[in-house]
């Protein structure tokens, strides 16, 4: 595969995944309302989606790509 469209390939699920874990965050202040088993969920998932995040950036760093987020 063509080193450039490997890198258009990650940055795209890079991006979806930097937006998920926003999303995924957000919804832990929609969480606050209804107790602390939301809350608690709401925390593990946006974690799982910043670790998500994280590791395509890592990938995306070893090719050569800086992405400031």
Do not use: C, W
Request: cysteine-free; charged content about 30%.
């Amino acid at each position: 595969m063509n080193p450039t469209i490997t890198h258009a390939e990650l940055i795209a699920t890079f991006k979806r995944a930097e937006a998920d874990a926003a999303h995924k965050f957000g919804l832990i202040q929609a969480a606050a309302n209804k107790g602390p088993k939301a809350i608690q969920a709401a925390t593990e998932t946006a974690a799982k989606a910043a670790k998500r995040r994280d590791s395509f950036a890592k990938k995306l760093g070893d090719l050569g790509v800086d992405l400031k987020y």
